[in-house]
């Protein structure tokens, strides 16, 4: 499902912020950041608001400091959600959703790591945030990538999860409609259940839906919290994008 969480908080876009550029890859525009001959690719899924997310593109830095390749495409084709009501900033987002289904994204995305891979890169992990989080939990039911991470995910099943074949993680909020703390449990539950694939889940308390991306960067706990999740990522990719 989706709701008002999934598009609360807007962020405000700057195509021009970041420490990377943007460039056309398997007919996407996509911001890409750190170094080309990095055997090591990540790629990040934007929820609704798109790919020039300041926040967003924050996080693909880091990951590109940490030694990897980031690629952030945009997987809405320069039609990101853009409310039409401050005071109620859902309506409309059901027919922008029926426009831009994940499974079209989902296709784009292996076409994406199969180009990256025709260039090099030996290893891909893939990370998710919202509705992001439904292309890569697709991703993560194949082999074409290492490891995955889902942040606040929506419209992501507990089938999802029981197909998922390689290692994830589950980044939920205490405060979530979407994919409420009792949801993230039954997906830990499947995985706990699940042999030979290794699994991380953490509901982190007292963050609503969406904390890792649309949080205020002049608000401390909020970055504090964001940063947390952001470590978890990054540190989760360390260890099996390799």
């Known amino acids: 499902m989706s709701g008002p969480q999934c598009c609360s908080n807007p962020p405000v876009l700057d195509p021009s912020c970041g420490a990377g550029h943007v460039q056309k890859l398997a007919g996407l525009d ?9 055997k090591l690719a990540i790629l990040l899924a934007s929820d609704v608001f798109g790919y020039e ?3 967003l593109r924050y996080l693909a830095d880091k990951a590109a400091a940490a030694g990897f390749f980031v690629v952030v495409p945009d997987f809405w084709h320069g039609d990101r959600y853009v409310p039409k009501n401050a005071e109620k ?22 076409s994406l790591i199969e180009t990256l891979k025709s260039k ?7 990370a998710g945030c919202c509705v992001g989080a439904k292309i890569v939990v697709e991703l993560a039911k194949t082999d074409i990538i290492q490891a995955a991470v889902l942040l606040h995910p929506t419209f992501v099943t507990v089938e999802d999860i029981n197909e998922v074949k390689g290692p994830i993680t589950i980044l939920g909020a205490e405060i979530d409609e979407i994919s409420p703390p009792a949801l993230i449990k039954q997906f830990e539950a499947v ?34 919290n964001a940063e947390a999740a952001h470590q978890i990522v990054l540190e ?5 994008v390799k």
Not at 120 to 126: D, E, K, L, P, Q
Request: aromatic residues 12%; without cysteine; negative net charge.
């Open 120 to 126: 090099g890169v030996t290893s891909v992990g893939a």
């Open 30 to 38: 996509t911001y890409v950041t750190g170094s080309p001959d990095s």
């Open 89 to 110: 900033p859902q309506d409309g987002l059901d027919v922008w959703v029926n426009k831009h289904g994940t499974d079209k994204a989902a296709v784009e995305a292996r």
């Open 191 to 224: 995985l706990a259940g699940k042999s030979g694939v290794e699994f991380f889940v953490k509901v982190f308390p007292k963050v609503a839906h969406g904390w890792t991306l649309r949080y205020d960067t002049g608000d401390e706990e909020a970055v504090k």
């Open 236 to 240: 989760w990719f360390s260890k099996h």
């Open 53 to 55: 997310a300041p926040n």
